[in-house]
């Protein structure tokens, strides 16, 4: 069970740390998204065997952490490479230090060919930054380390609701592009998965994707919020993995679309209580 320490409102964003020594909420968030994206790619580099797992934890450490800490005292690269290199440890899947700190500066550095030798000066400003950081990122997390992941949920869903293994894929993916915003502090492991199979229903091109009646009374979601918070996963997919000029964008559409769903499953709601990233999935599934 989450601890409810780590849940927040969104009016509480208004006065993190970070906002209350002089930046803006829009500045925070895109910092949040910068240092997401930063860990995602060291992860990607470094081929964890347990690569969603680690970033999920990864995530949830950094995005907790900017709730306790300012952005203007600890760069966020800094503390996402501390958050990854902790989630390595939590989920079992270390990596040498020697690698994980050279990969660190190559993608911060955005010089994949960089190589930082174990006696450079660079490489133990890396190295003693991190090793720092990293007491402090336990003491900030209160040494709470134990996570539950939108992941798990979606796995059990994808019993209890009899998906095809494509469907819950695709909600897999939603899941992975949405780690930069820090919906882990405002809604809880089970909501977000939810979320994530109604954008999966959504935008299967496969009629048999369609979802079961009454879904939301079998995995016990409120369905309301979860077509809030789908529309949101949807409009924060949008605006950082742009498509194709040629590819539509559906969030206008699923808009009006989520309000129709929202407005059937309430009303069937109503009327029951009166009478009574594919690579990455597959891993984890199998």
């Excluded at 002089?22 to 930063?38: A, F, N, P, S």
């Excluded at 009629?207 to 919020?225: K, L, S, Y």
């Amino acid at each position: 069970m989450v601890n409810d320490q780590w849940y927040f409102s969104k009016d509480d964003f208004l006065c993190t740390p970070s906002v209350m020594e002089g930046m803006t909420v829009q500045q925070e968030q895109m910092d949040r998204t910068k240092g997401c994206l930063y860990l995602l790619a060291i992860a990607s580099k470094l081929n964890f065997t347990r690569p969603q797992l680690a970033v999920a934890t990864a995530c949830t450490f950094f995005h907790r952490f900017f709730m306790r800490q300012s952005m203007q005292r600890f760069h966020v690269y800094d503390i996402a490479a501390t958050s990854l290199f902790v989630a390595t440890k939590v989920e079992e899947c270390t990596r040498r230090i020697k690698d994980f700190v050279n990969v660190c500066a190559q993608k911060a550095q955005k010089n994949d060919r960089l190589q930082l030798t174990e006696d450079s000066k660079d490489f133990n400003k890396w190295k003693d930054t991190m090793l720092c950081n990293e007491t402090i990122l336990l003491q900030t997390l209160c040494f709470d380390i134990a996570i539950e992941h939108p992941q798990a949920c979606l796995l059990d869903m994808e019993k209890e609701l009899g998906l095809s293994q494509a469907c819950t894929r695709r909600a897999w993916i939603f899941l992975y592009q949405s780690l930069g915003a820090p919906l882990c502090l405002l809604y809880k492991p089970k909501t977000i998965a939810a979320a994530a199979l109604v954008l999966a229903w959504q935008f299967s091109e496969n009629d048999q994707q369609a979802p079961p009646e009454n879904w939301w009374e079998v995995i016990g979601v409120d369905p309301g919020q979860v077509y809030e918070l789908a529309v949101e996963m949807l409009e924060f997919d949008e605006e950082h993995y742009p498509r194709k000029p040629s590819t539509p964008h559906h969030s206008s559409s699923f808009h009006q679309h989520s309000s129709s769903q929202h407005h059937q499953s309430s009303s069937s709601q109503s009327h029951h209580s009166s009478s009574q990233p594919q690579q990455h999935y597959q891993q984890q599934h199998h």
